[in-house]
């Protein structure tokens, strides 16, 4: 069964831009999940899908948002990029069945902006 | 608000040297998951165990052990024997059952040298 897979892998972008990064789950998975994780502040969560519909969202400003397709890949989508976007973007996909499920973690895509 | 909170950020044993990995946790929620992921130098991360709020039970696979004491709202993690693998950064997450989302520790980032 093919893993979670997330492209770009490696991108850079300068400030003011917008960014959109995908992430295909493994078959079968109706929930996915977004996360940002940088050397100060960790792994954060952004926001959760499952069936084309957020269920849940971090504390992060508008500029961050995502989507959900019908075949339960995802998009998140930066505008504005600031420096301090920087970061890996990492995609997990579970069941989506409740909060127990394991989360399966994509390779992330590692986001720099000059 | 729920936090986990991994005070060790950095430990470094020498092979064969066994070693714990703390991870304490806040919620209110009753009903809870706590997880220990593993993220080696590539980036993905692993998952390595759930337990839920319920199951006070200690576990162990193979060379790993997991203590888990709602007295103490600990989640600890041992690695017995430990072999340079083993080097990666561990995080401890807590998921609530109410939102699908991992709240991560800051992680402790293991070193295992020959």
């Known amino acids: 069964k093919a893993g979670v897979t997330q492209t770009p892998r490696y991108l850079i972008k300068t400030r003011g831009q917008q960014v959109t990064l995908s992430c295909s789950p493994i078959s079968g998975h109706r929930s996915v999940s977004w996360y940002q994780q940088t050397p100060g502040q960790g792994l954060q969560f952004l926001f959760e899908?499952?069936?084309?519909?957020?269920?849940n969202k971090g504390n992060f400003p508008g500029r961050f948002s995502g989507r959900q397709f019908s075949n339960s890949r995802s998009e998140m989508n930066v505008s504005t990029l600031e420096l301090g976007d920087s970061a890996l973007y990492l995609c997990?996909?579970?069941?989506?069945?409740?909060?127990?499920?394991?989360?399966?973690f994509g390779p992330g895509t590692r986001l720099t902006v000059l | 608000a729920q936090k986990v909170t991994q005070a060790q950020t950095e430990i470094s044993v020498v092979e064969k040297e066994d070693v714990t990995l703390d991870c304490v946790y806040e919620?209110?929620?009753?009903?809870?998951?706590l997880f220990w992921y593993k993220q080696p130098p590539s980036g993905e991360l692993v998952f390595l165990i759930r337990?839920?709020?319920?199951?006070?039970q200690n576990e162990i696979s193979g060379r790993y052990s997991w203590n888990f004491q709602k007295s103490t709202s600990s989640f600890n993690f041992t690695i017995t024997a430990s072999q340079v693998v083993d080097s990666a950064v561990y995080f401890c997450a807590l998921s609530e059952a109410s939102r699908w989302a991992l709240n991560f520790g800051k992680g402790t980032s293991l070193l295992v040298t020959p």
């Open positions: 919620t209110r929620d009753t009903t809870y998951y």
């Open positions: 337990r839920n709020s319920f199951d006070e």
């Open positions: 899908y499952f069936s084309e519909t957020q269920r």
């Open positions: 997990a996909s579970s069941l989506g069945s409740g909060a127990a499920d394991e989360q399966f």
